[in-house]
């Protein structure tokens, strides 16, 4: 989730309220914590997303790599994801995300706290398939920072490292006037729309020749 660049003394506390706009946790609010500078994604953007995203959601593997506040990621839970891992470096949201993750009884849902970049570098999940192997994630949500110019560096890393089930979906937000990085040429773009300063995609990983959908 990435963070706002204006100073925190022009946020009301208001702007740190947020709440689940589907699935079984629909209307639930939670606050994230006033020292960390995080702008999350709008209700009408998360909305249109899941709209979007239909009935992949429920029963997904998901990774929120830029997780901030975990809007994103709690939506997934929301609406019936079967697993999701939540990177965040920042440690006051990292903690308050693992906190509100036990309060509100997600077993299936774990934080790491660390350098995104760094991280996906090495396979974090403890999950595997039926032969063994780390299981790869089928939904994934990629928020970095405006200007902080790290979404194509995730995205190769997501590419190369494994991270990635054949015909995952890839969510990216970033600034709408910077226009959107690039992307690997597996990634397939579905959608995209604007919300103000918004831009956001969603993608699908193609599947490669000789390999199975």
């Known amino acids: 989730m990435a963070r706002i660049v204006a100073p925190a003394h022009r946020r009301g506390a208001h702007s740190r309220v947020l709440r689940i706009v589907g699935g079984a946790w629909r209307g639930r ?19 249109t997303l899941f709209n979007w995203l239909g009935g992949r959601v429920a029963g997904a593997r998901c990774l929120d ?17 079967a697993r999701v891992e939540f990177i965040e470096r920042d440690a006051a949201a990292a903690r308050a995300l693992g ?3 036990e309060e509100w009884g997600a077993r299936n ?33 990629l928020d970095p920072p405006f200007a902080s110019r790290l979404i194509a560096g995730a995205a190769e890393r ?12 890839l969510y990216v937000e970033c600034a ?11 990634w397939t773009a579905l959608k995209a729309e604007r919300a103000g300063e918004v831009g956001y995609h969603l993608f699908e ?5 000789g390999e199975p959908p």
């Open 205 to 209: 990983r193609a599947t490669e020749a």
């Open 176 to 186: 709408a006037r910077e226009g959107l990085p690039t992307v690997p040429q597996r």
């Open 65 to 81: 790599v830029f997780a901030g506040s975990g809007a994103l990621g709690l939506e997934a839970l929301s609406r019936g994801a």
């Open 29 to 47: 609010r939670w606050r994230f914590p006033a020292s960390t500078q995080i702008r999350p994604t709008p209700d009408r953007v998360r909305e």
């Open 99 to 101: 906190r509100l993750l």
């Open 109 to 141: 849902a774990v934080v790491h706290r660390g350098d995104a970049l760094r991280m996906l570098a090495h396979r974090l999940s403890e999950s595997t398939d039926a032969a063994g192997r780390p299981e790869r994630f089928e939904l994934v949500f």
């Open 158 to 169: 997501l590419e190369s490292g494994g991270w990635l089930a054949e015909r995952a979906l």
